[in-house]
């Protein structure tokens, strides 16, 4: 049986134009009144986020590293038998 997915996807100009509609479920009036204290009350209040502990002090930006080029040989046999077991 498939599950049914609750995702809803939205391009970034249908965002925008929902922000300008007021469509939005965000009420950033009360939130840029908050201050850091009734923030973190808030956020301790959400069951989703019991627990959780995020040090963003130490967070870093980790680029991919590129793809190194890899040249090798082998017999015709093993290659045959990798190919069989599949894609790639």
């Known amino acids: 049986m498939r599950r049914k997915e609750h995702i809803v ?3 970034a100009e ?3 134009a929902m922000t300008k509609r007021g469509e939005t479920h965000s009420d950033w ?6 201050s850091d204290e009734q923030f973190e009350t808030s956020i301790a209040a959400d069951p989703d986020e019991a627990g959780m502990v995020t040090d963003w ?3 870093t930006v980790e680029m991919p ?7 090798m040989r082998v017999d015709r046999d093993v290659l045959d038998f990798f190919r ?5």
């Open 29 to 34: 009036k009360k939130a840029a009144a908050m």
């Open 65 to 71: 590293q590129p793809k190194a080029l890899l040249n």
């Open 14 to 16: 249908e965002l925008a």
């Open 9 to 11: 996807r939205h391009t």
């Open 84 to 88: 069989k077991t599949g894609k790639g």
């Open 57 to 59: 002090d130490k967070a």
